[in-house]
């Protein structure tokens, strides 16, 4: 990156709580959020990340035809930590149609697809007439959403690439911002619990029935949870606390649903992120991991991590404490990297015992405190979809 840009404001809601102060409180601390499943009528032995209160926030007003799970879990999370009047500060020093929104997602609102084919008419077999498609399900719903709710009408997009997807917005904001499109960009991460998420993943056989343990001996699979995660990005100036530093991208397309064996596209998009952010890997403090917990996907994260780092680096997954929130991972981890950097914080890993002898990295297993400039956050999505961010103190 020629510059850096300033992150002005985030915030995070995810199962763990509303807003940083949650947050923080429980990357400090040793509980993990998650808990047996309880969605809808679903019957599966699993541990989810659920935020509550979804079901009672419902869009209404001139918004309503957006009302969707997924929706109103971005509007529960917008309105955490004075974010929504940092957009409006925005606004007004460089005008709503310069502020671009780049929101990342995998499902977006297709529960509501799943409620609208549940409730057909028995006899002809109709949706019911309420139903809206364009406002719910479809991919760019959150962020047309959003981007009314905030009274934005700079450039949007909406981007879907599995698990990292929300990792993937703040290098296309910076593109964006590069080009002079726009001066300044909201980022955004919005996945919720659905069906279809959940069932899917269990045939594929990686849901655990047990709470998540990233890089333990014994872990069997992920948890699945739901986040939404906002932050606001800006040109630099002399008041920046943390800047986004670098950002690396890949796409080894070894198989659709299973890493490369030795994190071959993982190892390409660390090292764009490092070379984008002018910083060799002695200069990173701590990497939060990808970690999602399954015997693959740990493993060749691990080999990634010792091609670039040779074990020198203390790193964790935060995933114990949230679960997996698919394509709100990125956003949600990249702010969890925010709050290390300015609390000098190194994240534990939540619900890990035992090390698995065969991980070579430096996995942390409780927090520490001690000072933090800069962060690697991974995101790795299903087809090799990769995004690595270099977050921290500016340069």
Known sequence: MDRSLKITAYTVTTAAGRGVADHLKALEGDASALRPCDFDSIDLQTWIGRVDGVEDAAIDGVLRDYDCRNNRLAMLGIQQDGFVQEVDRAKRAY????????????????????????????????????????????????????????????????????????????????????????????????????????????????????????????????NIGEAAGFALLEWPSDDADVCLLGYGESSDAYHM?????????????????????????????YVNLHGTATPANDLAEDRALMTIFDGQVACSSTKGVTGHTL?????????????????????????????DPAIQSRILLEPQLRPVRRVLSNSFGFGGSNASLVIGQPL
């Open 257 to 285: 649903s299973r890493p490369h064996p030795e994190g071959a596209g993982a190892v390409l998009s660390m090292e764009k992120a490092l070379s984008s952010a002018g910083l060799r890997p002695t200069d990173i403090d």
């Open 327 to 355: 394509g709100a991972a990125g956003i949600v981890e990249a702010i969890f990297s925010c709050i290390a950097v300015t609390h000098d914080l190194l994240p534990g890993t939540h619900n890990m015992l035992h090390v």
């Open 95 to 222: 005008g709503a149609d310069r502020v671009g929104l780049f929101m990342g997602t995998s499902t977006s609102g297709i529960g509501q697809t799943e409620v609208a084919y549940a409730s057909r008419d028995p006899r002809t077999g109709a949706l019911p007439k309420d139903y809206n498609y364009r406002t719910t399900h479809n991919m760019y719903s959150g962020a047309g959403f959003c981007r009314r709710l905030l009274g934005l009408s700079g450039p949007a997009q909406a981007i879907s690439t599995a698990c990292s997807s929300s990792a993937k917005v703040f290098g296309t904001a910076y593109r964006y911002m590069r080009a002079g499109l726009c001066d300044a960009a909201v980022v955004a991460g919005v996945d919720s619990l659905c069906e279809m998420t959940l069932m899917g993943f269990n045939s594929l056989q990686l849901v655990s029935s047990e709470p998540c343990r990233p890089f333990d001996r014994d872990r069997d699979g992920i």
